[in-house]
C-alpha cells in the first residue's frame, strides 16, 4: 500500500488528505490503538492531574474529525498531531508503561507510513 505523503510543508492538497485518512484508519484498526482512539476523560480515569501536565490533549478521533472537516492546511500539522497523540502518552505516563509502549510502537508504524 503506498501511502506516503509528500514534503511535511506541502499544503493539504487532496491527495495528501486522501493519503492522510488512509494512514488514520490504518493506525485506528491496529491491535494496541483503543487508549488513543478518544479524547482522555481524566474523572473517568481517576487522574485529576492530566491537564496539568498535559497542555495540548489530542487523540486519533479528533485527529480523524479534523481530517474529515479539512482542519489542517498543512501536511505537518497532521503530522504533528498524531505524534503528539502519542508522545502525551509517554510524556504522561512514562516510557515503562505499557500504553507508552503501544504509543512506541504505533508511532513506529507512523514514521514508516510517512518516511
Known sequence: MQTQTNRLTDPMSRENLRKC??????????????PFLE???PVKYGIPDYFDIIKKPMDLGTVHAKLNK????FVNEFINDVKLTFSNCTLYNGVAHQYSIYAK???DEF????S
Not at 484508519?25 to 491491535?31: E, I, Q
Not at 514514521?111 to 510517512?114: E, S
Open 111 to 114: 514514521d514508516a507510513f510517512i
Open 70 to 73: 479539512i482542519e489542517y492546511s
Open 105 to 107: 510502537q504505533l508511532n
Open 21 to 34: 485518512i488512509e494512514i488514520i484508519k490504518t493506525l485506528k484498526r491496529h491491535s494496541h490503538t483503543a
Open 39 to 41: 479524547p482522555v476523560d
